[in-house]
């Protein structure tokens, strides 16, 4: 069927016959071929949207190599639109020496089989796209009114090149949005313009490259005429297709990427993460971090040993940048790495790219940032399949919480015999072959600069000999996981639905705890066909989780891994001994408006002499907890020594600003509810946190032999919730009963004490669980005379001698 133009007249098109070989006219122009149509208000083009655009499309920097995903990643190069609107072109820039002619034709977005449109069929929108003093008279801001098309109608362009003659001829040769269309007889050389989504400012950036590709002349740049196109309203544009032009924003240090766990190494990697943020010491920022020229100049042993850093360039896209090595060598120890290499590569202050290299001689590096950080609050936005240098690489977008957009590409490079490499790009990786690989992940805010990084690498492997690699069509799942998260026994995922699939298989392996056997669990889901869709799986509550999902429609399966805040612990053998350590599973519990629990239960024991810290990571990842909606922490314990409980913030820079609370001793289960303001640094002040990544709850000996120790830790939960005295109340069920005279009382009273104290110590707490007093008392006849100024209120003691809890009970002053 011929395209039919589906759009409803608002003015008058204008045939000029004979003399524009039957090309349809918005209205008449000007004698340099300027039109007389434009509206009477043009655009604003500031230097905002200048830079934006010669960012996306530079000058001389060829799409193909630092841009291939605008021609190769199956984005769209027309317009569809979902509903009635107003469509409009403005006029950006040209960076041409022809003077081309700019046109658009319509057709059925539901059309299976559009054919190319004759020129009956195609309209004029600018009939020379010439700038003034450059060969017409056109204006940055020149705006035209296409016209009002119907829900359903597609927009395709045409440019013919070279086509201004005083009027408007076929040109050159005519270039289309469709690439079956346009003259070369590469089908890899047919994409002549690109299409780039603008959200805050709602319009869609239309570049053109206006010589024929197969050329030697042509420089690829895709910006010899450059428009924008808009629409009222702009939602009728369906821009989930297109691509989105990149952001100016940091991205984050290679420092902190490459490891995302994969369900094996959940408390190595809390153990790692715990003991980087106690220390301080990272290079994840440039002021840490050892420049790439000085590096590659020390004469040592262990950078004369590195493998890795031939193969990352010390420059970006430009030249210009300046690089600076961010190695967490720190994997080596947990990972199946051997060696890792990364740089961060800056333009001033601003980290704009980092890569990230590592060798694994026994096997694929396992662990791939795209496919791992959606799932650590990061939001996977797009991934397509994209030609870099002839060879098919996975290329993601993702938004970080932080608000953080990523580029990322992922790809390894397997020896083989001889001189030869096979590079290497899948989405699962069960899909590798056994081998040794060099394995590498670059991100960046800009696209121009991930893939120059790329390519620099790629050519360097082609230095040392032959490089190969698949062609598979079916590297990416069709219906994937944009974004999950699991919360209170159920997990949450966000499905990016492109097969319109109505079904999905949900498979998972799940284990209760940290140490818990793995259960499988299969469900199957009904999807709506929607490109965006959600399910909710009812796992019940767990430590972690591998999940598949596949659509009955894709033959590639999405494989990702979902986990809690893992527990652990951290002690030096010469300062612990552990007998005894169990993760207790979550029992069923009622779910509380403004609480969030932090699941699983801890029991240690053995015997200790220094510092033993049992710590908690309260989200998945190196994620923080925000604190603004909570102002408390509750939890139960018992333990043999006083414990120092730690709100460990993400902005901790020295432990010893640690803020932290005491919970005293304690043979017996406690209720804890204390204040986030109730935390102190080490001069007394009160805390100011705003988020939480980890609690350590940390147990001292007494630094000169080893002693026995016990720890228990339950319920544990972030509140906003006043304090339920009576809760408090009913820990002292197995508490010995003392005889405190008289009680209630108001300034003083006497309280008997176990026959074998001499000087015991009292520790005195309010029903919030905060230490209100503490004396040390000579015993007289089995009693200590307590004496306090404390206000009216019911009150919780414990007395001890020599670090043993032997007697506990309760009291009320009463003025």
């Given at each position: 069927m011929k395209p039919i133009l589906l759009f409803i007249i608002t003015f008058i098109v204008i045939n000029f016959g004979v003399q524009a070989q039957d090309y349809n006219f918005l209205g008449s122009y000007t004698a340099d071929g300027t039109p007389e149509y434009l509206m009477d208000v043009p655009d604003d083009i500031d230097e905002a949207t200048l830079t934006m655009i010669n960012n996306a499309l530079p000058e001389d920097y060829p799409v193909p190599d630092f841009n291939p995903h605008y021609i190769s990643s199956g984005y769209d190069t027309d317009i569809h639109l979902s509903e009635r609107a107003e469509v409009f072109v403005t006029y950006v820039t040209e960076g041409a020496g022809y003077k081309n002619v700019l046109g658009f034709y319509t057709y059925n977005t539901n059309d299976v089989n559009v054919q190319k449109p004759t020129p009956e069929e195609i309209t004029i929108v600018f009939p020379n796209v010439s700038e003034l003093y450059s060969g017409g008279s056109l204006l940055p801001g020149d705006k035209v009114k296409i016209g009002d098309f119907e829900a359903g109608t597609s927009i395709g362009w045409l440019l013919l090149a070279n086509a201004w003659k005083g009027r408007v001829t076929d040109g050159l040769w005519q270039l289309y949005s469709n690439t079956d269309y346009n003259p070369e007889n590469d089908e890899a050389l047919r994409s002549h313009n690109v299409l780039l989504e603008d959200p805050e400012n709602e319009r869609i950036i239309l570049g053109f490259e206006d010589i024929r590709r197969d050329y030697a002349s042509c420089d690829n740049d895709f910006n010899d005429a450059v428009f924008y196109v808009t629409a009222t309203p702009y939602r009728a544009i369906v821009a989930s297709n297109i691509n989105k032009v990149s952001s100016a924003t940091d991205v984050t240090s290679a420092n902190n990427g490459g490891l995302e766990s994969n369900g094996t190494l959940a408390e190595k990697i809390a153990k790692r993460n715990f003991k980087r943020s106690v220390k301080q010491n990272l290079p994840n920022t440039k002021a840490k971090q050892m420049s790439v020229l000085t590096y590659r100049t020390m004469k040592t042993s262990a950078v004369n040993k590195s493998v890795l850093q031939e193969y990352i360039p010390e420059n970006g896209m430009f030249g210009t940048e300046s690089s600076y090595v961010s190695s967490p060598t720190d994997l080596v120890d947990i990972t199946?790495?051997?060696?890792?290499?990364?740089?961060?590569?800056?333009?001033?202050?601003?980290?704009?790219?980092?890569?990230?290299?590592?060798?694994?001689?026994?096997?694929?590096?396992?662990?791939?940032?795209?496919?791992?950080?959606?799932?650590?609050?990061?939001?996977?936005?797009?991934?397509?399949?994209?030609?870099?240098?002839?060879?098919?690489?996975?290329?993601?977008?993702?938004?970080?919480?932080?608000?953080?957009?990523?580029?990322?590409?992922?790809?390894?490079?397997?020896?083989?015999?001889?001189?030869?490499?096979?590079?290497?790009?899948?989405?699962?990786?069960?899909?590798?072959?056994?081998?040794?690989?060099?394995?590498?992940?670059?991100?960046?805010?800009?696209?121009?600069q991930v893939f120059a990084i790329a390519n620099k690498i790629i050519d360097k492997f082609k230095e040392k000999g032959t490089l190969v690699s698949d062609a598979q069509t079916e590297k990416i799942p069709e219906v994937f996981v944009k974004s999950g998260y699991y919360k209170n026994g159920k997990i949450y995922l966000n499905i990016i639905n492109n097969a319109n699939s109505k079904i999905l298989e949900f498979s998972a392996n799940i284990k209760k705890t940290e140490q818990s056997e793995t259960e499988q669990l299969t469900q199957t889901f009904q999807l709506t066909g929607s490109r965006l869709d959600s399910i909710v799986v009812e796992s019940g509550y767990l430590f972690d989780v591998g999940v598949s999902v596949k659509s009955n429609t894709s033959k590639q399966m999405d494989a990702l891994y979902l986990a809690d805040g893992p527990w652990g612990l951290d002690y030096l053998e010469t300062s612990a001994q552990l007998n005894q350590y169990d993760v207790i599973e979550t029992s069923e519990q009622e779910i509380s408006e403004g609480t969030h629990y932090v699941e699983r239960n801890i029991h240690a024991s053995g015997t200790i002499k220094n510092t033993l810290n049992a710590f908690r990571q309260v989200l998945a990842g190196d994620q923080s907890f925000k604190l603004n909606q909570y102002n408390a922490i509750k939890f139960k314990s018992n333990s043999t020594h006083n414990v120092e409980l730690i709100l460990m913030q993400s902005n901790l820079q020295d432990w010893e600003d640690r803020f932290s609370y005491v919970v005293p001793a304690s043979k017996v289960a406690m209720s804890h509810y204390v204040s986030i303001q109730d935390f102190k640094d080490k001069n007394g002040k009160s805390a100011s946190i705003e988020d939480v990544k980890r609690i350590v709850f940390s147990m001292n000996g007494n630094g000169k032999s080893f002693e026995p120790f016990e720890l228990n830790i339950e319920s544990v939960a972030f509140t906003n919730a006043a304090f339920e005295q009576e809760n408090l109340g009913t820990a002292l069920v197995n508490y010995q009963e003392n005889k405190v005279s008289p009680n209630p009382f108001r300034h003083q009273t006497q309280i008997l004490v176990d026959k074998d104290m001499m000087i015991p110590t009292i520790s005195v707490y309010n029903m919030a669980g905060k230490l209100v007093d503490q004396q040390t008392i000579k015993t007289n006849n089995h009693t200590i005379v307590y004496q306090t100024s404390l206000p009216n209120g019911v009150y919780l003691y414990t007395i001890q001698e020599e670090g043993n809890i032997k007697t506990g009970g309760k009291f009320v002053v009463k003025n």
């Open positions: 199946n790495a051997d060696e890792i290499y990364s740089i961060d590569y800056y333009q001033g202050e601003h980290r704009i790219a980092a890569a990230l290299a590592s060798y694994s001689a026994n096997g694929v590096y396992d662990h791939t940032k795209a496919i791992c950080d959606r799932l650590n609050n990061s939001i996977l936005e797009d991934v397509r399949v994209v030609s870099v240098r002839g060879h098919q690489m996975i290329h993601a977008r993702l938004l970080r919480d932080s608000g953080e957009v990523e580029n990322t590409l992922s790809f390894s490079i397997r020896e083989a015999e001889g001189n030869a490499y096979e590079l290497c790009s899948y989405w699962n990786i069960d899909q590798y072959k056994e081998g040794s690989y060099y394995n590498f992940q670059v991100w960046g805010a800009n696209n121009g």
